[in-house]
């Protein structure tokens, strides 16, 4: 019955599309049609003169988002005390913006790419907080109305959960923390605010540790939007759909969204097949872990390609780790997972083509389970509670309609959100 309704369907789209178009699919579509922001990838400064990759880049079916690898960080924006140099991370703004694409900017506050006037100049905690707070104001003043979300703190933990030595932590205290979301929020208002770090994927000391920042900064009466989880993973040794998906809800519960920021999956190299189609499966679960939570937000993978890829200048010995080859060719098999993981989604509005291949009676890629994850029932969103420009208040995505209590009314927040005030 099924499979007969969908060969009516297909029948029955071709019949009103009249000549042949593209249907828009890949990896970010897939994102889009399952209610997330986005599906994205870093951008590195060497990838930017390269044609080719430029190209694959901004297939805006493949990529709604991006991040810049290092053009944002403070080594690059603020290598002497206050002499600001925007010109990299403009460079990446300004691909965003030509291709449409979604600006995650990364990241404000970190111990490593740090220029070392920060630690060594003695400052004490009253010099300390201006220079930061100078620095986040500076920064995230420059891309108001660009970035999307900011990653305020980067990596702040150790491995036990505990706070890592860093000259903000060392000097500050904890309270760098919500002094620095602070900062950034007084900048620019609009822009969703992120705690980042890795290996917080999976329940745990340092998830624990990120869940208690998460609440510190709550606490000083700071907003903090959502906590990044770079997922920088090993093939084989990835979480699975269930860890992903506990580990995700207990962030959400907190009352922030998730991102995964930085994925990648890294192997030995050069990568056997049977590692070839693990890795495929860990990035097809990773999908499903975010799938799983309407509140992670959408994934960005760490570079889409080993040509540009951060993993062998660190991991010796190992690579592999992205869905395009050091060639700029597609690897159709992890990509394929990637696709997998979203599952079909529901089709865009896109007008169809006259289908290439006789229609099958089956469709060839059943979804998945948490591909059919039951959408939520007409979500109202309440005062001040912003919504993903294309579910807009009161229109329609893949979780059906979003509309604002009554008393509000649905206004345009900036080029990214919709609010309802
Ligand atoms: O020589 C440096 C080179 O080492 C530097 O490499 C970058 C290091 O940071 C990488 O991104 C981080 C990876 O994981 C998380 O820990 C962080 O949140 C990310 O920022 C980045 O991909 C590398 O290119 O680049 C600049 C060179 O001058």
């Known amino acids: 019955m099924i499979a007969h309704s969908f060969t009516l369907l297909l029948a029955a789209t071709s019949a009103l599309a009249g000549p042949l178009q593209r249907r828009a699919d890949g990896l970010n579509t897939r994102a889009k049609n399952n209610g997330k922001l986005y599906f994205g990838t870093a951008v590195d400064s060497s990838g930017q003169s390269d044609s080719n990759y430029m190209n694959i880049l901004s297939n805006s079916d493949d990529f709604g988002q991006i991040t810049p690898a290092n053009a944002m960080k403070w080594d690059t924006v603020e290598r002497s005390r206050n002499s600001f140099n925007f010109g990299p991370g403009d460079a990446v703004a300004n691909i965003a913006a030509r291709n449409g694409q979604f600006l995650r900017c990364h990241a404000l506050v970190w111990h ?5 006037w920060v630690g060594s100049s003695g400052f004490n905690n009253a010099t300390l907080i201006q220079v930061m707070k100078n620095h986040i104001t500076q920064t995230v003043t420059h891309w108001k109305g660009k970035c999307g979300h900011w990653d305020v703190v980067n990596e702040a933990l150790n491995e036990d959960g505990s706070y890592r030595s860093s000259p903000f932590y060392n000097v500050i205290g904890e309270a760098f923390l919500p002094i620095a979301f602070a900062a950034a929020a007084a900048a620019d208002p609009d822009v969703k605010l992120y705690y980042n770090d890795y290996n917080i994927e999976t329940p745990g000391a340092k998830a624990s540790g990120a869940q208690r920042i998460v609440r510190l900064i709550k606490s000083y009466g700071v907003k903090i939007d959502g906590v990044g989880q770079q997922a920088h993973l090993i093939v084989g ?20 969204d998730v991102a995964i920021t930085e994925l990648d999956i890294r192997t030995k190299t050069p990568a056997s097949s049977s590692a070839v189609a693990q890795q495929a499966i860990d990035y097809a679960n990773s999908v499903k872990g975010c799938l799983s939570n309407t509140r992670c937000v959408g994934i960005t993978i760490w570079d889409f390609t080993d040509k540009y890829s ?9 690579g ?4 395009w080859d050091s060639n700029l060719q597609k690897k159709q098999q992890v990509y394929n997972g990637i696709l997998s993981g979203w599952g079909s989604g529901t089709p865009t509005a896109t007008p169809t083509a006259t289908p290439t291949a006789t229609p099958t009676e089956t469709p060839t890629s059943s979804p998945t389970s948490s591909s059919t994850t039951t959408p939520t029932a007409t979500p109202t969103s309440s005062p001040g509670e912003t919504v993903p420009k294309w579910q807009q208040c009161g229109g329609t995505g893949y979780e059906g309609p979003t509309q604002c209590v009554s008393g509000t009314t649905c206004t345009m927040l900036n080029q990214w959100y919709y609010q309802c005030l």
């Not at 490593?112 to 070392?116: E, F, G, V, Y």
């Not at 951060?310 to 190992?318: D, M, N, R, T």
């Not at 592999?320 to 869905?323: E, Q």
Request: charged letters at 5%; hydrophobic letters at 40%; aromatic letters at 10%.
């Open 112 to 116: 490593s790419q740090l220029p070392s």
């Open 237 to 256: 040794q990835s979480p699975s759909v269930a860890t992903w998906t506990s580990n995700i809800n207990a962030f959400t519960s907190l009352g922030v």
């Open 310 to 318: 951060w993993i062998p200048s660190v991991f010796p010995g190992e």
């Open 320 to 323: 592999s780790a992205l869905p």
